[in-house]
Nanobody, 121 residues
Framework: QVQLVESGGGLVQAGGSLRLSCEASGRIFSIDAMGWYRQLPGKQRELVADITGGGITNYADSVKGRFTISRDNAKNTVYLQMNSLKPEDTAVFYC???????????????WGQGTQVTVSS
């Protein structure tokens, strides 16, 4: 079985920084895309940033220039460095990975359990 475990959320003042981590464990052959999403109560989950296996990144307009996504393939981990945080960044953040359990061409999608980020004004 594969598990994604997130860490690094918490409470921070506006203008502050947080770094989220998400580590995958279990039967993993390789990981394609990794990404971070966020969700507010009663709203749909939205993409914050993602990164391909080749390192190409993509960001939501609202976080460009403030957030940086990166990955460590040796550790099966994706990071999200969040700087200049704003109250409107408050949400539950989820990581997502598209990975392969073996070299058979099948890819699977997994989500982390979510971590709360709260930015006070």
């Amino acid at each position: 079985q594969v598990q994604l475990v997130e860490s690094g959320g918490g409470l921070v003042q506006a203008g502050g920084s947080l770094r989220l981590s998400c580590e995958a464990s279990g039967r993993i052959f390789s990981i394609d895309a990794m990404g971070w999403y966020r969700q507010l109560p009663g709203k749909q989950r939205e993409l914050v940033a993602d990164i391909t296996g080749g390192g190409i990144t993509n960001y939501a307009d609202s976080v460009k220039g403030r957030f940086t996504i990166s990955r460590d393939n040796a550790k099966n981990t994706v990071y999200l460095q969040m700087n200049s945080l704003k109250p409107e960044d408050t949400a539950v953040f989820y990581c997502k990975m598209i990975l392969r359990k073996r070299d058979d061409g099948y890819a699977y999608q997994y989500w982390g359990q979510g971590t709360q980020v709260t930015v006070s004004s």
